[in-house]
T-cell receptor
Framework: DADVTQTPRNRITKTGKRIMLECSQT?????MYWYRQDPGLGLRLIYY???????NKGEISDGYSVSRQAQAKFSLSLESAIPNQTALYFC???????????FGAGTRLSVL | SQQGEEDPQALSIQEGENATMNCSYK?????LQWYRQNSGRGLVHLIL?????REKHSGRLRVTLDTSKKSSSLLITASRAADTASYFC????????????FGEGTQLTVNP
């Protein structure tokens, strides 16, 4: 089984709908991250969390919210989806002494 | 703009040739990392080089870091078709080492 699991893998939704993307990890890491990737661009950080009580905004948090339900779970919500939120979304974890991040397989979201 | 910027944006070579990708960044860093992404998949960590290191090897990978020029290069020797992927540099510049900033990536195509 994957260490970092994202669900769903693909999602098509309509403008204005509320969407939740989920991430769970079995690595026992405290730090978790949500990124989005657009074609031709690198990853941009949406939110990150150092532990259950510590949530931080990244560079593009507007229009998104997150919930850290447990050490192993970090969810990303789009309260009212809009077409320019169509992108590939990645969850990642980090633990240990090196700042190496471990990524999930991604969620491809299309907002029509 | 991105902290890390890769050059070239796309590279096409024949199997057996070497591939070199470059990354430039703007601020002081703790370390610089390279990640690989197969089409539409999550990123996988390849190699990390600390700010006090100049060169690092891992198998067919060679990474150099020039902090005076704020640049790094990734060399893949004796490339294989399976090396076809996007390659991203990521800089760790935060005091807490908590965040990575990713470049826009180099798309490498290795032709059989």
């Amino acid at each position: 089984d994957a260490d970092v699991t994202q669900t769903p893998r693909n999602r098509i939704t309509k403008t204005g709908k509320r969407i939740m993307l989920e991430c769970s990890q079995t690595k026992g890491h405290d730090r978790m991250y949500w990124y989005r990737q657009d074609p031709g661009l690198g990853l941009r950080l949406i939110y990150y969390s150092f532990d259950v009580k510590d949530i931080n905004k990244g560079e593009i948090s507007d229009g998104y919210s997150v919930s850290r339900q447990a050490q192993a779970k970090f969810s990303l919500s789009l309260e009212s989806a809009i077409p320019n939120q169509t992108a590939l979304y990645f969850c990642a974890t980090r633990g240990g002494t090196k700042n190496i991040q471990y990524f999930g397989a991604g969620t491809r979201l299309s907002v029509l | 703009s991105q902290q890390g910027e890769e050059d070239p944006q796309a590279l096409s070579i024949q199997e057996g040739e070497n591939a070199t990708m470059n990354c430039s960044y703007k601020t002081s860093i703790n370390n610089l990392q390279w990640y690989r992404q197969n089409s539409g998949r999550g990123l996988v960590h390849l190699i990390l080089i600390r700010s006090n290191e100049r060169e690092k090897h891992s198998g067919r990978l060679r990474v150099t870091l020039d902090t005076s020029k704020k640049s790094s290069s990734l060399l893949i020797t004796a490339s294989r078709a399976a090396d076809t992927a996007s390659y991203f540099c990521a800089t760790d510049a935060g005091a807490s080492g908590s965040r990575l900033t990713f470049g826009e990536g180099t798309q490498l195509t290795v032709n059989p």
